[in-house]
């Protein structure tokens, strides 16, 4: 048994040059992002002569520029993103992208079936230990948006629409 990733995660992929971006950020970060929206940007779409880096910024997402600005405002109000559109347009990556470059952690996650209940969404139980010392916060198994809730970083959802009601 190896213990090698299929992928990593965009974070892991892309840290030295996440590092170096936050090294050389200096601009004005909404509360608990790591990078400024600006830089937040030039992560996702690269970066050209005319921003002033000392190095380039390689693209990553390839799409509608727009829409990458658009997400970054709204996750920088503070309110949730909901990306939509047709299979293979890049919902996901572009999502991975954002969360890992706000709060390096793009990996709190819950993949939507037609068997996600919602204990996957809240929490579930060690049903061992609340048997023997009875319902706790040690007891308590938090999902991936938990968590990201409580660290006030990004949690996402992936394929919503394929969750029951």
């Not at 819950?110 to 809240?122: C, L, M, P």
């Amino acid at each position: 048994m190896t213990n090698e990733m299929l992928r990593a995660p965009a974070e892991v992929k892309y840290a030295e040059e996440l590092d170096w971006l936050e090294s050389v950020d200096d601009g004005p970060k909404p509360f608990s992002w790591r990078l400024s929206p600006r830089m937040v940007r030039l992560f996702v779409l690269g970066s050209e002569r005319s921003d002033g880096l000392e190095r380039e910024i390689s693209q990553k997402w390839f799409g509608e520029r727009s829409l990458v600005e658009r997400s970054i405002v709204t996750l920088a109000s503070d309110r949730g993103l909901l990306l939509i559109g047709d299979p293979g347009t890049g919902k996901s990556w572009l999502a991975e992208l954002l969360a890992a470059a706000i709060c390096r952690n793009s990996t709190l996650g819950v993949q939507g079936t037609a068997g996600t209940t919602e204990d996957h969404i809240k929490y579930s139980w060690n049903v061992s230990m609340v048997i023997a010392k009875g319902q706790s916060r040690e007891s308590m198994i938090p999902s991936p948006i938990m968590t990201a809730m409580e660290r006030g970083v990004i949690g996402r959802f992936e394929e919503l629409t394929r969750s029951t009601s």
